[in-house]
């Protein structure tokens, strides 16, 4: 008993003394915790709203309020606090007192930015390739549905231009020209560490930078994948603190389109009257009768009946754009979370676009050892497009008719039912015609982030990114796409794609006196498999079903296809980084990847590379410099590649292939069209590229050059061989391609005063391609518009050259020219005789007198930024110029000399009362190609010149903000591809940035939109 009592009493003091122990700790710990305060404020007084506030070392930390006042808890291990905003210098101060005073000054070096490279970042002052970071601020000047249009003109030799004006069309890319024929020229895209993903489904306003890298140096890292450059793109993080919800919308008119207005009236009917006078048809109004062969036609004449169609198709769309986000955290976990919605209304009825994103971006700070973290995007597209060739119908259709009935309802033959189907067919019905889309992108990419000790972190991103499409389409008896046939035609496709990515990244960093070491090892593994399901048939038998009964098609008619493609990458490198005394810098790599793409012989090949750098402004001779802030060297050269091929290039493939013996049906099966070839390899791109980079007056000029040459060698082209061979093409590796430039990048801050500030960033490239060598020494020529011809770029135009027309005092000189047999007269294409046929004189054939008349590579683009701003007023002004491209202007191509057609009213053509050179004279029963030469009308210089954006703002003064209890209100109204200078006087009524389609041009917009920060 006795021993019991002792062991309770002992026991009992020990819980007390725990419990004392415990209740001391806690109390020591409480003291030990400090709460400071402060306020933060510019040169100028004025507080900061948003700025950060954390304890150096670590990851806990505040934001100011709209008052700009922190308040903080600091633990007894912190002794210096790092305060820090966007545009001022960061600012360490050391913990004195429980309420501290801030004070920022405004900061436009840049050089300790940290810039995201491959598998890594870097400060700005130690790059050594040639690459180029935009900013979340330097996007949101101009607000964009597409990220990338964005920056169109910051970038040299990123050439961005719009695909096209239809609702949520993209942008074509292409850095530093073309290298491949036939393989993809895009630019790889890594979206926050992870490839797989697409730009188009991001949402703007969750973007925190773009990097794009474009020097072998810069992109070897990626090895084949980045043979076209590389483009990062970063999203936002969480912030530490007080939760910060940001609103960010607009909504605005799209129209105002540069299209070529059609000929009405007078101008149409003296067109079709000078077609039949050439024939001796017409000579008086008496004969206008004769102009008509149906008479419905002629009567609409007489009545006066006059349609633009081109008017009555095109409606002014609207665009609109609302997105909500939150960003959040604590010493530990951050997160930012944004909802958004885009919807746009093209120029045409039934073209609509509409997004749906969802972004979810965590990091969790374990331990100082241990982070992770996901970041995850979902993305609902639903797309309703119009018959891309409704317009061009328009545009050339006969302009009379009455287009609505009595009751408002559309005339499918609105010149009698022996005339022409109606433009607007489409429009009759909600079921007339349906191409409608949907399309869902699910991405995540997790990692984890081990740091074993100080300098060794160990970091595994393991991303997939899940695609699924469905495109349904309807189009009945009397839509524009069944006017031929006159029976209606339905259809459906599935498809989805699975797309995984496996980095792991090892990184080991050391300061040894002035000596800095930085290696990365890392291995990376891609699984790629798309998917597709599709089948169609004609005669439906209830419109109203539209695509969702396909059972109720003819039977007979019914076609059913699927096709499987898999693709993988594993590939492994190394790069290593060393500076001695932050003067001479050194970075090699090299990278080994292995495509399945590839036969087993050619699977593997490596990509190394080297670049060198001098920072001159930090030797003793020049670091007293006072004007002369950075001044630095680069050089690289390093190799890419590209497989260049599609899956299963390699193989040669057994197709099935229906037969029939009497009326009994039998399976059979045959070879591909394309023969298999397994010794086909890699191309590679060997890139050499000089740099510097230049800063004067405390950065206020920041000046970059780079000089490139790219030769890409073992080009691969699919073949045309004899059919003999059981097969029609063939992959080979064939030729040669060159690719050179200068890039000019100049950031200059003009003014910058007390209230006023006025920045600029000027960006010019120019780039010369052109294919150095071919198979056997010889151009490989399929038509006008697919030319391989060596010492021109790969996308060239091939045709007769136009001297203009000829006219009748030329009569006698041009009857002794002949094209196929007949000889040349007045009003006639005057073509140019380049060479004689076998020594016959003056005769123009297509062997012989066709030649390189332009290509689509711009001889340079420039942009020019110019940002003003006064008090709480911004405004923003882009220029933006692409010179010396030659376009395929379809609407050149439209001209219809018989009269029956329609046609641009700018076309000037000839009459012996017009001398024009431009168009040859109008003819009755002759279409475009019966005229010597008349592929050369299409192909003009494409060279433009746009104010592209304007956009003026106000941001409410913080005074007024905080009253309302907002940390920032800003409204502003923008306009977009607001006025567009033509050089060729041909396409004066036409924006050539699209390119010369007929299809969908492009459109101006006019928006307003408001940024809330709460």
Known sequence: MKKETKLKKLLGNRFMISCLAVFFALGTANAQVTTVSGVVKDLSGETIIGASVTIKGTAAGTVTDVNGIFKLDVPATGKVLVISYVGMTKQEM?????ILNITLASSDNRLDELVVIGFGTVKKRDLTGSIVSIKEEDMVKTPRSNPLEAIQGQVPGLDITRSSGQAGAGVNLRIRGNRSITGNNDPLFIIDGMQGGSYENLNPNDIASIEVLK????????GSQGANGVVLITTKKGVSGKPIVTYDGYFGVNGYVNYPKPRLGNDYLAF????????????????DKNLFSVSSEYDALVAGQWVDWVDLLMQNGTEQSHNISIKSGNEHLSSYTSIGYFNEKGVVKNDVASKYTLRSNVDYTVSKYVKAGINSQLTYWDVDSRDGNALQKAATRLPLGVPYDENGNINIYPAGTSSYLSPLADERTSTSAINNTKRLNASAIAFLEIKPFKDLVFRS??????NFVRQGQFFDESSLSQEIVKYSKTSVSNSNSRFMNWDNILTYSKNIDKHSFKVTGLTSYTDKVAESFSEGGVKQLLASQTFYNLGSTDATSRIIGSSYTGERTLSFGGRLEYNYDGKYYLTASNRWDGSSMLSADNKWSAFPSLALAWRISDESFLKDNAAINNLKLRLSYGVAGNSGIGAYGT????????MGFGETAAPSYVFSNLLGNEKVGWENSATTNIGIDFSLLKSRINLTVDAYNTITSDVLLKRTIPSSLGATQIWQNIGETQS???EILLNTVNIQKNDFKWTSIFSFSTNHEEITSLIDGQDIITDERN????????????TFVKEGIWQTSEADEAAKYSFGGKIFKPGDIKVKNLKDEAGKENVIDANNDRTYVGDATPKWIAGFMNSFSYKGFDLNVFLYARWGQTIDAEYLGAYSPDGELNSAASLNY????NPSNDFPRPTAGKKLYDYAGYQALNFVDGSFFKIKTISLGYTLPKKLTSKLMLSKLRVYTTGNNLFTFANNPLIRDYDPERGGSMQSPLTRQWVTGINIEF
Not at 461 to 466: A, D, E, K, P, Q
Not at 651 to 658: E, F, K, L
Not at 910 to 913: G, L
Request: proline residues 5%; positive net charge; hydrophobic residues 35%.
């Open 910 to 913: 000839w009459t012996p009362e």
């Open 461 to 466: 991103n393991f991303g997939t990114t899940f």
């Open 94 to 98: 050391a913990i004195t007192g429980n």
């Open 787 to 798: 030319a391989l011809m060596i010492g021109h770029p790969i996308n060239s135009y091939y």
């Open 272 to 287: 079709r009257r000078e077609a039949n006078r050439a024939i001796g048809k017409w000579s008086t109004p008496a004969d």
């Open 215 to 222: 020097d072998a140096s810069s992109t070897a890292i990626y």
């Open 740 to 742: 050179r430039g200068l």
């Open 651 to 658: 193989q040669s493939v057994i197709v099935n292939q229906n």
